[in-house]
């Protein structure tokens, strides 16, 4: 069934949404003072969390990981199993924690806890100057942050039913999203314009170093990880002041809800079954096609590095092409959801990045897409950047409408549950596409070959959306 547009006059339906949170007993202060503020406090969310992944997931610390350790195979097998490591250690948490926040009737209380790890993790990576820096550490440091990152992240997404009825959600979900590719962009810029140490020993804006950061010990660089730290502790300020929530009826303590957590997943997985099994199946096929993006996120910069032997500062470029057009689609791809529907929106991207996963292997220093070019020819890199672009495209747009399909599928009295869940299925499989490249690169040296397998998990995911139903099983 086709969604109903909704009116194109109003970027955000907010007469709508207030109409619909009023009539779920928010109350006046919740919708008439507050209503535009909580819904841009969620925006923030996504504006101050973006940097972990568009500057340490992808395209500045992973990167440096190959500077540290001098090859890229190497590289990109260590950030797999450090990586994956910590997605399996996400698997295992999510759902509980999920179903202690809904037990619990608080989702705030965790944000503010998970916000710690993230600006913990993430500052801690300024201690990885060359020949002083201890691997184990920083693969621990990321991770503590990345972990942060992605338990706040289940409890924010969890937020979006709240913000108005389900016809207008994708709009939302698709605003937030772009509004955090647009975050991240910023972000990237700032490091590259006034941070980041090229070739000349000034910035890509042509301006020395800001607090005269020393290029021996890469502090240009080393600077990203309490960057992001700083990034994310400034701007989730609007998120902390303006988003409130309303105990559910019911709510018991956390103690309780903590002692009660185990019985009440095992009643969420049987109900996953009982109702018809579409929300399973959309948590399984979401399990592949998200692990997929997110290899091809956490490895397009280490790959470029060490495939196209590029300088940070062209990863850096590279990437604010991609948050450009994965802001840009996220808007466009929130639109296309309310028109026809989030799942016609996840087929469709999941189809253009196992295509552009499969151009990325056909791109080398000395060939693109099989033919031969002389060694300092333009046209790889020109190729890569196309590519990166769109991958950023279909992502953004994968990302926001995967979002707003959890919610067509969950439970309404679950949905903190239900999105710890997403992050389990997110995370359950996380390990297997790092830690398959990671493998495949150790065995054969190559990391082109490297990175093949995600193509299977991309096609695994497509087959199993189609036993997914649009709106959710009817007896939930």
């Known amino acids: 069934m086709v969604a109903r547009t909704p009116p194109r006059k109003q970027t955000l339906p907010i007469g709508r949404i207030r109409r619909y949170l009023a009539a779920r007993g928010r109350g006046r202060v919740m919708t008439e003072i507050s209503l535009k503020k909580r819904v841009w406090g969620w925006f923030f969310f996504d504006w101050a969390s973006q940097p972990y992944n568009t500057l340490l997931l992808t395209f500045i610390f992973a990167p440096y990981i190959k500077e540290l350790l001098g090859d890229g195979s190497r590289a990109q097998a260590a950030w797999g199993y450090g990586v994956g490591l910590t997605g399996l250690i996400i698997a295992l948490l999510a759902p509980l924690l999920g179903a202690v926040a809904d037990r619990a009737g608080r989702r705030l209380p965790f944000i503010r806890l998970f916000s710690v790890f993230y600006v913990t993790g993430a500052a801690l990576l300024w201690f990885s100057a060359p020949g002083d820096y201890n691997l184990i550490f920083l693969l621990a440091a990321f991770g503590l ?60 804006a042509g301006l020395p170093p800001l607090f005269g950061l020393d290029p021996a010990t890469k502090e240009g660089t080393r600077i990203v990880g309490p960057l992001t730290a700083a990034w994310y502790a400034v701007f989730m300020v609007p998120f902390f002041l303006w988003v409130r929530e309303k105990p559910a009826p019911g709510a018991v303590s956390i103690g309780t809800a903590l002692r009660g957590a185990f019985p009440e997943l095992r009643a969420s997985l049987g109900r996953l079954t009982a109702d018809g099994g579409s929300a399973l199946s959309f948590l399984a096929s979401s399990m592949f096609y998200r692990d997929a993006l997110n290899g091809i996120y956490a490895f397009g910069g280490i790959y470029a590095v060490g495939v196209l032997d590029w300088s940070l500062t062209q990863v850096g470029l590279f990437g604010i092409l991609g948050t450009i057009t994965g802001a840009t689609f996220a808007w466009i791809g ?15 991207t999941v189809i253009v990045l196992a295509l552009v996963t499969l151009g990325i292997i056909f791109v080398s220093r ?30 953004g747009a994968l990302q926001s409408a995967s979002r707003t399909m959890m919610v067509r599928q969950a439970h309404p009295a679950h949905m903190t549950e239900a999105f710890g869940l997403y992050a389990l299925t997110g995370k359950a499989t996380a390990f297997i596409a790092p830690l398959t490249i990671g493998v495949a690169t150790d065995l054969t040296g190559n990391q082109q070959a490297g990175i093949a397998p995600l193509i299977g998990l991309f096609l695994l995911g497509l087959f199993l959306l189609l036993l997914v139903k649009p709106d959710g099983d009817p007896r939930r």
């Open 145 to 204: 942050g990345l972990i942060g990152m992605e338990f706040a992240t289940i409890f924010t997404n969890a937020m979006l039913p709240d913000l108005g009825p389900r016809e207008v959600i994708g709009k939302i979900s698709g605003s937030g999203w772009a509004f955090g590719y647009i975050g991240g962009m910023v972000a990237l810029i700032i490091m590259l314009a006034v941070f980041q140490i090229g070739p000349s020993g000034k910035t890509m």
């Open 334 to 348: 929130g639109r296309a959801d309310v028109r026809f529907g989030p799942k016609v929106v996840i087929a469709f």
């Open 366 to 395: 000395g060939s693109v897409f099989g033919i031969a070019v002389a060694a300092d020819s333009r046209l790889p890199d020109i190729a890569f950047y196309v590519l990166g672009g769109m991958i950023g495209a279909a992502g």
